[in-house]
């Protein structure tokens, strides 16, 4: 009999994760019931909102339950199933979460390309985290060509695509990352015009010589200190989309904006963003991200961890900034 294993919560974390939050529970893989497909799953994604997850705040999901499997999309193939619609052999994304096999209705997957794309970047750039930053910077950013666009946690999954994007729109882009080997990376590999690594100290003063014109749109991913110093480079009637905040995610108090009145002297567009909100116009981004990237245009990092043991290593490093490029676990 297949052995499924998976990580479930064993409790909720106050400030940052340890892996005393996770439970690694052994048992025989499911039977798919009608209507159902039995998944092995191949990649797993980590991600930020991860944390979130494990809490019982409200917010715009809800948590995960202590003894529940962590939540999380994969990559697997079907081993069996009782939907018609799906074959054995055939590539899915899925919201099965941290564990090796899952059983899922064939409503709750969607059936991935052969050939096109590594199946891994279904969980990246052509995944989530793509049609965050396609979305964000598009529809909140509505970047203009000439503007400057500055993003933060610009090596990562989202980060990256959207610099990226903003330099085929005919924009300045700027990154923000932690280090100089990903400031390096985000500049000669990507292409941004220029990349802040805000661990040297020095952040106002390097983002200001980097966008002499101010800046248009800010992308914001991190907040606390960095949104700060971002709202003194704001131009007038520039646009923030506020999309995450994992410096603060770990926090036990939030950090308290000091700069909230450029806001209102500058005219800024605030606004936060949540991808699923655009979930019927994933088709769109999917075609325009694949384009770019066949175009050679776009350009794609990934962390690869092996094994499920390592799970909880790996998004405990995600949080802290240790990943370079969009976290994932290969599973098989
Ligand atoms: N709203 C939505 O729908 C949505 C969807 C997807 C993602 N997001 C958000 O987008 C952001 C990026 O997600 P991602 O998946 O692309 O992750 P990622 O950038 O691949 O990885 C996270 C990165 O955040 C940076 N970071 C961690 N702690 C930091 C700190 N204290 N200060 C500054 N930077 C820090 C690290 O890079 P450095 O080494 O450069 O610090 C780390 O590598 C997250 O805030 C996430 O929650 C939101």
Redesign the pocket.
């Known amino acids: 009999m297949t052995q499924n294993r998976a990580w479930t919560l064993a409790s909720y974390p106050t400030g940052w994760v340890t892996e005393q939050n996770f439970k690694l529970v052994e048992s025989p893989a499911p039977a798919p019931q009608d209507g159902e497909v039995l998944v092995k799953n191949l990649w797993l994604s980590l991600?930020?909102?991860m944390r979130g997850r494990m809490s019982q705040q409200k917010s715009y999901a809800k948590g995960v339950e202590i003894g529940e499997v962590m939540t999380g999309q994969t990559v697997g193939e079907v081993l069996e199933s009782k939907d018609p619609a799906f074959k054995p052999g055939e590539k899915v994304l899925t919201q099965l979460g941290w564990q090796l096999y899952g059983c899922a209705k064939g409503t709750e997957l969607n059936k991935l390309p052969e050939g096109r794309a590594p199946l891994s970047y279904y969980l990246g750039c052509l995944g989530?985290?793509g049609m965050?930053a396609y979305f964000g910077l598009n529809e909140i950013g509505q970047p203009k060509k000439g503007e400057t666009v500055v993003v933060?946690?610009a090596?990562?999954?989202?980060?990256s695509v959207v610099g990226q994007l903003a330099k085929i729109a005919g924009c300045g882009a700027v990154g923000i990352?932690?280090?100089k080997e990903?400031c390096d990376y985000v500049v000669k590999e990507l292409g941004f015009d220029a990349c802040i690594d805000?661990k040297a100290g020095n952040l106002y003063r390097d983002l200001k010589d980097a966008c002499p014109k101010g800046v248009d749109v800010y992308f914001e991913?991190?907040g606390?200190e960095?949104l700060d110093t971002m709202f003194r480079l704001m131009n007038p009637f520039s646009r923030i989309v506020v999309?995450?905040?994992?410096?603060e995610y770990n926090a036990t108090e939030p950090y308290g904006v000091k700069m909230f009145g450029s806001i209102l002297v500058n005219r800024i567009k605030v606004q936060g963003?949540?991808?699923f909100d655009w979930k019927d116009r994933y088709g769109e981004a999917l075609k325009a991200l694949g384009g770019q990237l066949a175009a050679g245009k776009l350009k794609y990092r990934e962390s690869v961890l092996e094994g499920i043991e390592n799970a909880p290593k790996g998004l405990i490093g995600?949080?802290?900034?240790q990943?370079f490029g969009?976290?994932l676990v290969k599973l098989a």
């Open positions: 991600d930020p909102y989530m985290p965050t933060s946690a090596s990562g999954a989202v980060g990352a932690g280090g990903k805000y991913n991190v606390g960095i999309c995450g905040r994992i410096a963003m949540i991808v995600l949080l802290k900034g990943n969009k976290q």
